[in-house]
Structures are given as C-alpha cells and as structure tokens.
C-alpha cells in the first residue's frame, strides 16, 4: 500500500467515524428532547403525587425509573465525546454506564412489572414466582454477557490528511460472537418475561372493563392498566431494530440510531406515567370526600397493596374475588396506605 493510499484509507475511517458520531448526537439529542418535554408536562403531577406524597415503594420505583435513567444518557454523551487520554477514565465511565443499564435500571424496571402484576393479580403467588423467575433469568443473563463480551477503547485519535479533522472518543465494543449464547438467553428470556406480563394486564384488564360496565364507570382504572402492557411492543420494536446493526454509516445506521433512542426514551416514558397515573386512581376516579368507602366497598371496587408497593397495585375487583381480604380502608392499614392522603 503506498503513502497516498494508506492517507486515503485513514481520512476515510475519521470520516466515517465522524459521521457515526454525528448520527449518534442525533439520537442523543432526539433522547434529551422527548425525556425534557415529559418531564415539563408532568412535573406538576410529579411535585403533587410523589414530593409532597408520603414515601413508599413505588415511590422509590419512579424516582429510580427516571432519574437513573437521565443520569445514563448523561454518562452516554460525556463517554462519547470524551476527550482525553485517560484510558481509565473512559474505562470507568463505560462500566458506570453499563452498569446502570444492565444491571440497576433493568432490575428496577423487572421489579416494578413484576410487582404490579402480582398486585392486579389479587397478590397471587404463582403469578409472582413465574414472572420473578423470568425477571431473574433476564437480568442475569444481561449482566452475564455484558461481562464477558465488553471492552472500552479509548480512541486516541484519527487525523484526516487536508482536513482539520482529529477525532477522540471512547467506545464500547460487544464481542457478539464471544459467548453468544448469554445474548440469546437474555433476548429470550426477556421475551417471555413480557409476553407473560402482557397476557396478564390484558386478561385483568378484560375483566376490568366487564366490571366497570356493570357499573356504568366509563373512564377509571383501565386506562392506567392499559399502560403496563404497552412497554412490550416497545421492547418487540427494539428486538427488531437490533437485527440489523451496520458497523458504517448508512440510511439503515441511521435508521436504527434515531428508532432505537425514540424506542429507549419512549419506553423509560410509558413506564414513568404509568407510576404517576397509578398514583392518581384513587383521587382522579374514586373521590373519597364525595364517595362513601361502604358504598365503594358495596358496589365491589377494591384495592390489593401494602406499605412497601404503595399505590403500586390498585386493580377493580370483585369482593369475593379478593377473597375478603380487603375490608374498610379506615380499619386496615393495609389498603389505607393506597388511598393518597388529602391535601
């Protein structure tokens, strides 16, 4: 290879590097956008039902769910556009990131479909050890492939002859033919674990809409049962999006950049108002200071939860079908600690 061509060779890789990073900015900013617009259209939602609320569990979900997840994106783009020689700086960002992902944002996320499935499923303990074993298997096998498949480089730089191009960045590289059986596992796993959480919102969710007829309630609980199920659509998309993953820049790179951070935001969304809503059931629906909890607890509308799940499980049921477990909220704490107290 002669002088000219090894140049032509090297402008050619900071090209594309650059154009990869350019794309990546997009998607970067595409994130930014839509978690800033949520968060201004929900914030006062957020100060009303989760800082001035006392704390539970589910309140913990939440401010894990999204605050963890915006600390990730953050650390993406500082690891991205990196620029110095610290190779264990890069390192260490790159594990601080992964390991938000793989392990602390994913476990968060299995805990919180997990658990509200067993609280719309009357506390059922078959439906928590199935989707608990699921939620296991999933995380495990993310953290497991992570592990043995990642490794940081730090890209020193990549100068482009006649161009005032210098390029220097950090990279995460996935080894995808080194133990890839840990990466089909994860894919799997994670399928069945949503497909089993959306055939059980949706067959609670049937049964919701029969009782609420019956009681002529036209807008309640549905819609908030509704959003559980939606992430699994999202997570399908993304399963698809992930099929193809060219390694250069193109319409197809750009494409999968753009869909995947619209699919990663939207999905850390729908689960975000899914907590904010659950957290306004009882207020939005079943107004307590007009509504006796008698004649609540006479026309069968009644909530399955405790004090670490908070307003996390709040499904219509039939009386008998709770087993008579919940009584009145004034004489068990139980179910009080899911009313949200009176401002």
Known sequence: MTVTELDDSLRQVAITTASALT?????????????????VVTIDVELAHIW?????????????????????????????????????VCAGLGISIDFLDFDVIATTVKLI????????????????VCI?????????????????????????GL?????????RSCEATRRANTFPEFNMASQYIGLGFDTVVCCLTVGKTIQSVRRMRELGIHRSVTYFIFR???????????MLLALRSPSSPSPAFTVSVVSGAVVTATGNIVINRMLLNLRQVVA????????SISGISQEGITFATNAFLGNLGAPMCMSDACGGEVMDPRDNKSVADNVEPQQ
């Open 52 to 88: 001035r609320q006392r704390f539970t569990g589910a309140t913990a979900f939440f401010l894990l769910n999204r605050y963890l997840f915006l600390l990730s994106v953050c650390l993406k783009w500082i690891f991205r556009y990196y620029t110095s020689n610290n190779y264990l």
């Open 113 to 128: 479909f997990t658990l509200r499935t067993w609280a719309i499923w009357m506390r059922s303990w078959r439906v928590l």
């Open 23 to 39: 794309t990546k900015g997009y998607g970067d900013a595409i994130t930014f956008t839509l978690l800033a617009y949520d968060y």
């Open 159 to 167: 100068p482009a002859w006649n161009y005032t191009l210098f390029i």
């Open 228 to 238: 559980d199920g939606s992430t699994v659509a999202l997570t399908l998309i993304q």
């Open 284 to 291: 939005s629906d079943v107004d307590l200071n007009h509504v």
């Open 132 to 156: 608990s074993l699921l939620g296991i298997g999933k995380v495990g096998m993310n953290i497991a492939a992570w592990s043995n498949t990642t490794s940081y480089l730090l890209t020193a």
